[in-house]
Nanobody, 117 residues
């Protein structure tokens, strides 16, 4: 089992910045990937960014956030961060931390990000 604690999010104006963090605990030795998804009202949940925890650290971004969002990890703290810059109203959504292991996928409780124009 893996447990996650999300923090960050909130309200920002267009062009502003927010930072999300997700700290994992429990069976962290089995974690392969960590990342962030988001779900806006009436839309499907979509990948925002992901990072491979093991060697290589391959990173993937949604096209809509490339150049604006940066995902990073702190292996010592088992934490993944999402720095969101140049925010747009269309970034408004509930953001979910995602952890993938060899056996299961885990989801955080979600944190609301609202960007006003």
């Amino acid at each position: 089992q893996v447990q996650m604690v999300e923090s960050g999010g909130g309200l920002a104006r267009a062009g502003g910045s927010l930072r999300l963090s997700c700290a994992a605990s429990g069976s962290i030795f089995s974690i392969n990937t960590m990342g962030w998804y988001r779900q806006a009202p009436g839309k499907q949940r979509e990948l925002v960014a992901s990072i491979i925890i093991i060697s290589g650290g391959q990173i993937k971004y949604a096209d809509s956030v490339k150049g604006r969002f940066t995902i990073s990890k702190d292996n010592a703290e088992n934490t993944v961060y999402l720095q969101m810059n140049s925010l747009k109203p269309e970034d408004t959504a509930v953001y979910y931390c995602n952890v993938g292991t060899v056996r299961a996928i885990y989801w955080g409780q979600g944190t609301q990000v609202t960007v006003s124009s």
